[in-house]
């Protein structure tokens, strides 16, 4: 089959037995990025052949997650094809039909022999040094297949097979890799082995996209392949996602969490979908900021790796800001808005011009969404609706020996501020900035800040003057004043 000449079709295949984890979302985005690269189709399957493993919801959850992430399918578990079902627990009478093919042929048989008797079997190469393979017990006659007992393929030849693989090019393995795999279990269900061969070739797929762990498994495909006269589709065996080290291939125990999880977490899909997109594979240029209009223009398969890629969530973070900076200031302000605690925004002191001016500070600093949930559960923007509860020992700047030099600086401060032009931090900083120069600018900004927030760490003093407003700016100093006064 020249596929260069057919519509190109890709599909991710996700089994329900889970959340849906960074490796698969990777592999479902390529997927798509190449279908909708190439005009084509892009197909959501889900095989869910073993009963035993599947979880409730996991179905409803694979498709939330890529539909977070704007990946959507022209075929799915909600939207059926032409071939049917895109769902394989209802795609068995598909298995069945290429099942008797194969029987028809001389090609599969009904699996004769008891757990007792495989087990001997297994023993007996154990004892001989050997390999268990089944096809070296196979029975010289057949049963007729009643679907009580598994059906297996009879290989139909022993070779050492070669085949072409889209990212690693030539590979080849002996016939010791070759044996009489199940195809259906006795509990009528097809292996995945088989079911996904049966639903690529029905459905048309034309480029195979999976981890590259599938390629030890690849001439059992081929066997089915050939045992059926199936023309090969283009295989794409996409490289693993490593830790942040790349030590390892990046698991549960590593921090592999539910892409979902991200969501909750505000990372904004565009980020999660240009950061993926960035593991195993590279567009050959500096560029790394994508949008997901440039990043189906920029994809093919030929830079997509052979080596692991790293999944380096300090970059991800960086990433997302990059996002955030791309946002209307409207945009912007509804995220900010859905995370602030209910506590802040129903409380009485809270005032909408402030978060306004607010607003562009939070956007400086925020990496991720519930940084800003984060950063006023801890209080870090209290100052901003409330007064601070200041305390001497933070006030008294660390050169001096004790708080009370505080007091006719911030009393100058308020004559200076008096009068100041309160339309910008800068204008409030022109007002203040000589007086600091002269004096000292940590003697002076410092108990500013101090006097303002209640804290040692917040946004300039010059912004945090500007979004409280001249008349509580003054109060403020003069209230901290009085209590350094009665003291000394």
Not at 218 to 238: G, H
Not at 348 to 377: C, Q, W, Y
């Amino acid at each position: 089959m020249n596929t260069e000449l057919k519509k190109v079709v890709t599909r991710f295949a996700p089994s329900p037995t889970g959340f849906l984890h960074i490796g698969g979302v990777r592999t479902a985005l390529f997927a798509y990025l190449y279908a909708r690269k190439m005009g084509g189709t892009f197909i959501l399957r889900i095989e869910d052949t073993d009963k035993q493993r599947e979880v409730e919801g996991s179905i409803q959850h694979i498709m939330d997650s890529l539909r977070w992430l704007n990946i959507e399918w022209d075929y799915g578990p909600d939207k059926p094809g032409s071939f049917g079902s895109c769902i394989q627990s209802e795609r068995l009478d598909s298995y069945q039909k290429y099942a008797k093919q194969l029987i028809d042929k001389g090609l599969a048989y009904p699996d004769p022999y008891t757990k007792e008797e495989v087990e001997k079997f297994r023993q007996d190469a154990e004892a001989q040094k050997k390999p268990f393979l089944f096809r070296n017990y196979r029975p010289e006659t057949f049963d007729v297949w009643d679907g009580t007992r598994p059906l297996r393929l009879k290989v139909p030849e022993v070779k050492r097979y070669v085949w072409q693989d889209a990212v690693r090019g030539q590979l080849e393995a002996g016939e010791e890799m070759l044996d009489d795999i199940i195809l259906i279990k006795s509990d009528g269900y097809p292996t995945y082995n088989f079911a996904h061969i049966i639903d690529d070739l029905e459905m048309g797929v034309t480029h195979i996209m999976r981890a590259d762990e599938f390629i030890a498994s690849q001439p059992k495909f081929l066997s089915i392949y050939d045992a059926l006269e199936i023309p090969y589709p283009v295989f794409v065996s996409l490289p693993p996602i490593l830790r942040d080290d790349r030590t390892k291939k990046l698991g549960k125990r590593d921090g592999a969490k539910d892409i979902l999880d991200y969501k909750v977490e505000g990372f904004l899909p565009e980020a999660m979908f240009n950061f993926l997109a960035l593991i195993g594979w590279n567009p050959g240029t500096e560029q790394e900021l994508f949008t997901k209009e440039e990043l189906i223009q920029a994809f093919d398969l030929e830079r997509i790796q052979k080596s692991g890629g790293a999944f380096n969530e300090e970059k991800l973070k960086w990433l997302n800001k990059e996002h955030l900076n791309l946002l209307s200031t409207s945009e912007y302000e509804k995220l900010v808005r859905a995370a602030i605690p209910k506590a802040v925004t129903e409380s009485p002191s809270f005032d909408e011009n402030r978060l306004g001016k607010l607003i562009p500070v939070i956007r400086e600093r925020t990496h991720i969404m519930s940084d800003v949930t984060t950063a006023f559960e801890a209080g870090e923007y209290s100052f901003v609706f409330t007064d601070p509860d200041v305390s001497l020992d933070t006030l008294r700047f660390k050169k001096d020996p004790e708080v009370a030099s505080a007091a006719p600086r911030l009393q100058h401060l308020t004559e200076l501020l008096t009068n100041a032009d309160f339309s910008s931090p800068e204008s409030i900083k022109a007002a203040v900035w000589d007086y600091a120069s002269m004096e000292g600018r940590g003697e002076v900004l410092w108990p500013m800040r101090v006097a303002l927030t209640g804290l040692e760490r917040s946004p300039d003093p010059f912004t945090v003057a500007y979004i409280i407003g001249q008349t509580d700016t003054l109060r403020r100093l003069q209230t901290v004043y009085d209590k350094i006064g009665h003291v000394i």
